[in-house]
Nanobody
Framework: QLQLVESGGGLVQAGGSLRLACATSGRTFSRFAMGWFRQAAGKEQEFVAAITRSGGSTYYADSVKGRFTISRDNAKNTVYLQMNSLKPEDTAVYFC?????????????????????WGQGTQVTVSS
């Protein structure tokens, strides 16, 4: 089992920044591609960003491209999501997830069903 614990959420004004972290334990972190997803109240879960095992490739939803940056530190077993220029529509519970599959294509990493482990989520609220 891989345990994932998110942190860094909170309340921020529009235009502000937050940095989410997802600390992992229990398995070899570098064997997993990592993703961030979010779910707003009353809406379906949506893909935010993903990063391959080596960190060499990253993928983003169009809605966050240019504002969010995903990164990982394999020595610290942690994945990050730097969120800048936040908008009220970014308000959601943010989840990190780990994908232990072989394929690391953009198309596969955007799908929640391909992820094996999930964190509990952290709330991000952006006020206007």
């Amino acid at each position: 089992q891989l345990q994932l614990v998110e942190s860094g959420g909170g309340l921020v004004q529009a235009g502000g920044s937050l940095r989410l972290a997802c600390a992992t334990s229990g398995r070899t972190f570098s064997r997993f591609a990592m993703g961030w997803f979010r779910q707003a109240a009353g809406k379906e879960q949506e893909f935010v960003a993903a990063i391959t095992r080596s960190g060499g490739s990253t993928y983003y939803a169009d809605s966050v491209k240019g504002r969010f940056t995903i990164s990982r530190d394999n020595a610290k077993n942690t994945v990050y999501l730097q969120m800048n220029s936040l908008k009220p529509e970014d308000t959601a519970v943010y989840f990190c997830a780990a994908d232990g599959g072989v394929a690391e294509r953009d198309s596969t990493l955007r799908l929640p069903r391909n992820y094996d482990y999930w964190g509990q989520g952290t709330q991000v609220t952006v006020s206007s």
